[in-house]
C-alpha cells in the first residue's frame, strides 16, 4: 500500500467509527422515543377507562393494543426477517468468533430489528430492548462496513479497504459496544461488554476505537435527550425515558459486617436462581424451537398466546391486590410520563395499587420504581405480597417469553426479577439492616445478571454507570462475583448456550483437556482434494461441486518441481473468481504469473458482502475450456499455517483460535510421497465431531 | 492432573489473588499514612518557623529534611537495589511480554520500592507514588507466586503449581492491576490499566480475577480509611490523604459548541506538550544514565543536586508572589491536614501566598487544590502569574526528576503540570465560558496524561474515578482523543520509550511492514546446535557451556529412525535438571525413558524463582561420565511450534507474538539432510537486529 492509501484507510476507519456512533446513537434515542410515545399512549387510553371505571372496555382496550403490537411484531420476524427473533447476542458472539450465519447481519434483520424491538417492548412484552439495540449496532456497522447493501446496489468504491474479514471484525465489535453504550447510556460499559462477551480476538488499538465510538454515542443521547427536556411535549410523552434509570449521588452506604454476610446470601441464591432461570430458558426454547419450525403462522399463535398471558397477568394480578393509601397528595399525572406514577388502578381516591405500579406500566418505569431509594418518598415501600407476586409473575413470564419470534433482550426481564427479588429481600430484611430497600433492588439485579449473564466487570460498569454512583462499586462487585461463581457450578451462561443450541461452531479459546491426548493427524478425515500449481479446468469445477470446503492445498508437481512439494492453500472464493475470467487459461500446463497479475487487481478478490459470493452453479464452461489450464500460484496463499501431523492436538486448538484460523494445513512428519496430509477447519475441532471419532475418550481429562 | 489437583490450584489461585490484594491494599495506606506524616512533620515544622519571620531557620529546617529524605531514598536505591529506581510500569510492561529483567521484581527491590517511594514523595520531589505501587503490587504478587523467596529460604511446596510462566505472569498482571487500585483507589481504572497498558496476552479469565484482586484492594483502603477518620489524630496527620483526590457530585456540567472548542485546543496544546515532556525526558534520561553508571556516589550526587533545586524552587518562588487577601477567614489550621489550608508564608495576617499553597505543600494537596471548584470557596480562585510560575516550574523539575535513582512516578508531576496547565486556561477563558476553571484543570491534567501516556480508555475511568462524576465522561473521552492523536504524530508513548531506552527486548503486538518482505529462513542466524535424541554428555555439556542459548532442537538420527527426522525441543533448564541426576547416564546408546520418568518427578523441572535456577558452571563431571549417554526423549517437547522456511516472516512473527513463545523451529520446505534450518528467538524479530542483517530495507514499507 502506498502512503495516500494508508491515509485513507485510517482516515475512513475513524470516519466509520464516527458514523456507527452516530447512527447508533439516533437509532437508540428514536427506540425509546418510540417505546415511550407508543406504550404511553396505550396506558393513557386504559387509565382514563379505569378511571370511568370501565373495567371491561379498559381490559380489552389494554388486550388489544398488546395484541397488535404483537402480531405486528411477530409479523415482521416471521415473514420479513426471522433472524431477527431472539436477543442477537450470542449471534453477534458467533460472528465475532468466526461464523458467519446466515443473514444474521443484512439490512432485512436490521429493519426488523428496530421496528420490530419497538412493537415489542410497547406491546408489553416482558423483553427488553437492549440485545436487540447490540444487534442493531452490528447490523448497523456491518451495513457501513460493507458500504450499504449489494442486494440493492448501493455499494462505496471507496470502502475497498474493508472487504476482508480482520476490517469487518472490527467494525462489528464497535458497532455492538455502541449498541450496549446506546441501549443503557453506558460508553465504558458498552466498551467492556465488547471486550469481555462480545470479542473473541481483542487488539489493543480496537480499545481506543471503540471508545470513540460509545462516547460518540453519549454525546449524541445526550443532545437529543437535552432538546426533548427543552420544551414540554416536543417528544411527545416521552419523559425520564429509559435511558439513564436511577440516578442516585447519594452518599456512600455505609455497611457492617452483617450486612457483607446478607448481601453474600443475596449472591448465592441470586446465582442458583439465575442458574435456573438458564435451565428453564434452554428447556423452553427448545419447545418453542419445534412449534416455530412449523412455519410463520405457527410463530404468530405463539406470540399471540404469549401475548394473552401477558395482558392477563399485567391486568388481572393487581385487581387482587390491596389498594394502599397515599401518604400525602397521590402522585397521579400520567401524562408527562409515568415514572413517578404510582396507579391508582382500581382504588378509590387518595389510594394507590402498588402491585399495578410495577405491572401496568412500563419495564424501564418498574425497574426505575424498585430501585428508588425507600427514603425518598413514603409511597415508594412496596407491600410484601405484592413483590412476592410480581416476582413470580416476572421470572415465569420472562422465560416462557424469550424465545417466541419478536426481538426479545434478556437483560430487561432479569433486572426486573432480580430487583424485585432484592428489594423482597431488603423489605424483609429492613429491621435488621442500615442498608435501603432501593440499594438492595440493585444488588438483587446484579446477583441475577450475574447467574445468567456470568459477566462480570462489564455488568458492574453498566450497573454503575445507570445509578452514577462509584461508591456503590464494592458491595456490587461482591455480588456479582458470588452469584457467577454459585451458577457456574451448574451451567453454561445464557448466551453461550444459545450459541450451543443453534448448533453455532463456537470456538472456546482454551482447549478442550482430552485434546491432550490426541495429535492432530487423528481428527483429519474425509477425501482430501488438493490442485496442482497448474491445473485443468475441469479437475477445479468438479472439486467445487462435489465438496463444499472453502480451501484446497495447492501441491506443486514435477515437472515444475523436483519432487511434489507443498505450495500453499488456495480459496475457493478467489478459485471462482479466476474461474470467471476465460481468457486466462491456457492450452498447455505453463507459467502465466504475469498475465494473471496485469488482469486481475487485489481488489478482484476483496470479501464480498454477506452472502452475495458467485457460486459455482453460476458458472458455465465448454468441453473445451474444462480441458484447458490455468495457473493456480498467483492466487494461492503460499505462506499457509501449518502443522506436523504429530502435533498435540490442543496446541493446534490454541494455534488455530489464537491466530484465529480458518484453515490449519496439517503436513506430514516424515517426508513421504503426499506433502500433506489434511485440512484442519473449524468443525475438527468441536467437541461433538472429536468425541464421535474416539468414543471412549473422558470428556473432562 | 487428578481432580485433587485441579480443586487446589483453583482454590490456591483465587487465595492468591486475594492475598495480593490484601497484601498491595495494606502496602498503599502505609505508603499514603507515611507521606501524610513525614510530610506533615516537615511542613508543620517549616510553618512554624515562618509565623515566627524566621525565614532563615525555616529554609534550612526545609531544605534539612528534604536533604535527609532524599539522600535515604537515593542510598537504598543505589546500595541496595538499583533496580527499584524509577517509575517501575516499564519494567512490569517488559516482564508481562516476556523480558525477564535482572531482579526486577526480588524482594529487595520490594522493599526498597515501598521505603524509597514514602522517603522520596516525602522529601518534596515532583514525582509521584502511582508507578511505584504498581510495581509494587507486581514484586508482592510474585513473592506470593514463588511462595516467598527463594534466597531466604521461604519457599512452600504447595505453590508447585505455580511455577511457570503463565501463572506467573497471571499474578503479576493481577498485582499490577492492585498497585493502580490502591494508588488512585480506582479497582475498574486499575483493571483497565493493566488490560491496556501493562498487558500483552490476555484471556477472559484474567478479566474477573484481575478485577477481584482489584475489589479487594478498595474494600481494604476504604476500611483504613474509616478507621482513621474514627477518632482524631489516630493516624496521626493523615487527613483527607492522598486517595480520592477530589470528591465532586455536582451536577452534570453543561457546555456548549464554544466550549467544545476551547476543550479541542486545550487537548492540541496538551498533546503536543505531553510528546514534548516525552522528548525531554528522553534527553534527560540519557544524561543521567551516563552520570548513575559512574557509581553509587554520583547517583547519590545527584540526588542532592536535584533536591537542592527542588527546595530553592519551592521556597524561593513564592516570596516573589504577591499575597491575596483572603476572603472572609483564611483557613488556616495545618495540624489536621493540609489539603483545604491556605498558604499565608510570608504575607501578613488576614492573606495567604497561593503561590506556596501549591508549591508548598504535597503534591496530593496540590492537585487538589488545582481541581477544586472556583464557585466552592473564594479563597480558591489563583492569579495568573501564580498559575504560570507554578506551571513553568513544575514542568521542568518534573523532566529533570525522572530518572534519578529514587522511586519516581511520573503520574503525578504529569498530572500537575496538565492541571496547572488547565486551570490557566479556565481562568483566562473563564468569561467566555460557562465551565468552571477547576473543571478545566481536571480536562488540562488528562490532556497531558493523553500525551505521554497515551492510554485512553483507562486513564479516562481513572479520572472518573478520582473524581466519582460520570457525568464528566464525553468531555473527559474528548480530550483524550484529541491530544492522544497529535502527540501519536511526534512519537511514542513514555513508558515504551523508556523501554526502548533500557535495551528491552520487547514485542510489538504487530508485525513491521518490512517483514512481509523477508521469509523465516532469512533471519535465521549463528551456529546451530542440535543434539541427538540420545546425546553424549560431553557434547552437551560443551554446547551449555559455549552457549546461551535456552533451547536446543533434538533430532532423532538412525539407527533410531530411518532418516533424520527432528523429535523436538529441549530446554536448557531441563537439561540441567537431568544432567544433576548422573545415575541417569548410560554407557551405550540406549532408550531409558522409564528409568528417567520413575526417577524424575514434573515437579523437578518446574520453573525456579527469578535467576535462581541452576547454572551449567555448578556441575562438574568426570572424564568418564563426560564419555556416557544420556537419553533426552522424556524432556523434548515432542510438539514445538514449527514454520517452514519460506513462510512469511510477518507471519511468523504474529505467530510467535500471539502464542507468546521464546523458541520458534523453522523447518526445511524441500526434505533435506538436516531436518531443521534453524530457531527463532525474540532477538531475532528485533528491529533492529533485521535492519542489521538488510541495511537497504526500508523501515516504514
Known amino acids: 500500500r502506498t502512503k495516500v492509501e494508508i491515509y485513507q484507510y485510517v482516515v475512513l476507519k475513524w470516519t466509520l467509527a464516527l458514523l456507527i456512533g452516530l447512527i447508533t446513537g439516533l437509532v437508540g434515542f428514536f427506540n425509546n422515543l418510540g417505546v415511550e410515545n407508543i406504550a404511553g399512549f396505550k396506558l393513557l387510553l386504559t387509565n382514563n377507562l379505569m378511571i370511568n371505571q370501565k373495567y371491561h372496555q379498559a381490559f380489552a382496550a389494554y388486550f388489544g393494543c398488546n395484541m397488535i403490537l404483537g402480531v405486528g411484531a411477530a409479523a415482521l420476524c416471521a415473514y420479513i ?28 434483520t436490521l429493519f426488523v430489528k428496530i421496528f420490530g424491538s419497538i412493537l415489542g417492548v410497547a406491546g408489553g412484552f416482558v423483553v427488553g430492548k437492549e440485545g436487540p439495540m447490540v444487534h442493531t449496532g452490528a447490523c448497523i456497522a456491518n451495513l457501513l462496513g460493507q458500504g450499504g447493501s449489494r442486494k440493492y446496489r ?97 452518599l456512600e452506604p455505609a455497611y457492617t459486617t452483617p450486612d457483607l454476610l446478607a448481601v453474600i446470601f443475596l449472591g448465592v441464591i441470586g446465582g442458583l436462581m439465575g442458574s435456573l432461570y438458564n435451565y428453564l430458558v434452554d428447556k423452553v426454547l427448545r419447545t418453542y424451537t419445534t412449534i416455530n419450525g412449523k412455519g410463520p403462522i405457527f410463530k404468530i399463535l405463539l406470540v399471540m398466546v404469549i401475548s394473552f398471558m401477558t395482558s392477563c397477568i399485567r391486568f388481572g394480578l393487581p385487581l387482587l391486590s390491596k389498594c394502599v393509601p397515599c401518604s400525602g397528595e397521590c402522585p397521579n399525572s400520567p401524562s408527562t410520563g409515568f415514572s413517578m406514577h404510582y396507579d391508582s388502578f382500581q382504588c378509590p381516591p387518595n389510594h394507590f395499587n402498588d402491585l399495578s405500579s410495577l405491572l401496568f406500566t412500563t419495564n424501564d418505569d418498574a425497574i426505575r420504581k424498585l430501585f428508588i ?27 416462557v417469553t424469550y424465545g417466541v419470534a419478536i426481538p426479545s433482550g434478556l437483560f430487561i426481564p432479569v433486572i426486573l426479577a432480580g430487583a424485585s427479588y432484592g428489594r423482597l429481600v431488603g423489605t424483609v430484611l429492613n429491621p435488621f439492616t442500615d442498608l435501603d430497600a432501593g440499594y438492595f433492588a440493585l444488588l438483587g439485579a446484579a446477583s441475577f445478571l450475574g447467574g445468567t449473564m456470568r459477566m462480570t466487570v462489564s455488568l458492574c460498569v453498566i450497573l454503575l454507570e445507570l445509578t452514577n454512583n462509584l461508591l ?19 451451567n453454561k451462561g445464557v448466551y453461550d448456550q444459545i450459541v450451543m443450541l443453534k448448533g453455532l461452531p463456537f ?17 483429519v478425515s474425509g477425501p482430501l482434494f488438493t490442485f496442482s500449481g497448474i491445473e485443468k479446468v475441469g479437475t477445479i469445477v468438479h472439486a467445487l461441486k462435489v465438496t463444499g470446503h472453502h480451501g484446497f492445498p495447492v501441491i506443486d508437481e514435477p515437472p515444475l518441481t523436483d519432487a511434489p512439494e507443498l ?67 498467483p492466487i494461492t496463499n503460499k505462506s499457509p499455517y501449518t502443522v506436523v501431523e504429530t502435533m498435540s492436538l490442543a496446541k493446534a486448538a490454541l494455534l488455530f483460535r489464537e491466530l484465529g484460523l480458518r484453515h490449519l494445513l496439517v503436513v ?34
Open 373 to 399: 431509594d425507600s427514603s425518598e418518598s413514603a409511597n415508594a415501600a412496596f407491600q410484601l405480597s405484592s413483590l412476592i407476586i410480581f416476582f413470580v409473575a416476572i421470572y415465569l413470564l420472562g422465560i
Open 567 to 633: 505450495c500453499g492453500l488456495v480459496l475457493r472464493s478467489h478459485l471462482l473468481v479466476l474461474l470467471k475470467h476465460k481468457t486466462l487459461f491456457t492450452r498447455k500446463r505453463i507459467m502465466t504469473r504475469s498475465t494473471i497479475i496485469k488482469k486481475l487487481k487485489a481488489s478482484d478478490f476483496a470479501k464480498p458482502g454477506l452472502g452475495r459470493g458467485i457460486s459455482v452453479k453460476d458458472l458455465e464452461f465448454s468441453e473445451e475450456e474444462m480441458e484447458m489450464f490455468v495457473d493456480l500460484h
Open 472 to 490: 456503590m462499586l464494592p458491595l456490587v462487585m461482591l455480588v456479582l462475583l458470588v452469584s457467577k461463581t454459585v451458577a457456574d457450578c451448574f
Open 81 to 108: 426477517a426471522p433472524a431477527a427473533a431472539g436477543s442477537g447476542i450470542p449471534e453477534v458472539k458467533a460472528y465475532l468468533n468466526g461464523i458467519d450465519a446466515h443473514s444474521i447481519l443484512a439490512p432485512s
Open 668 to 701: 506430514p512428519k516424515i517426508p513421504g510421497r503426499p506433502p500433506i496430509v489434511g485440512i484442519l477447519t473449524r468443525h475438527d475441532f468441536m467437541p461433538e465431531y472429536i468425541l464421535g471419532l474416539f468414543p471412549n475418550l473422558n470428556r473432562h481429562k
Open 507 to 523: 470456538m472456546e479459546a482454551h482447549a478442550e483437556p482430552y485434546m491432550k491426548n490426541l495429535v492432530a493427524g487423528d481428527v
Open 154 to 250: 448501493l455499494t462505496w468504491r471507496w470502502l475497498r479497504y474493508f472487504k476482508n474479514d480482520r476490517d469487518r471484525r472490527d467494525l462489528i465489535t464497535c458497532g455492538a459496544a455502541a449498541g450496549v453504550a446506546a441501549a443503557f447510556r453506558a460508553p465504558v460499559g458498552g466498551v467492556l461488554f465488547a471486550l469481555e462477551e462480545a470479542a473473541s480476538w481483542w487488539r489493543s488499538a480496537l480499545l481506543w476505537r471503540t471508545f470513540f465510538t460509545t462516547a460518540v454515542v453519549a454525546v449524541v443521547l445526550r443532545g437529543l435527550m437535552q432538546f426533548c427536556h427543552q420544551g414540554e411535549g416536543k417528544c411527545g410523552l416521552f419523559g425520564e425515558g429509559g435511558l439513564i434509570m436511577f440516578d442516585v449521588n447519594s
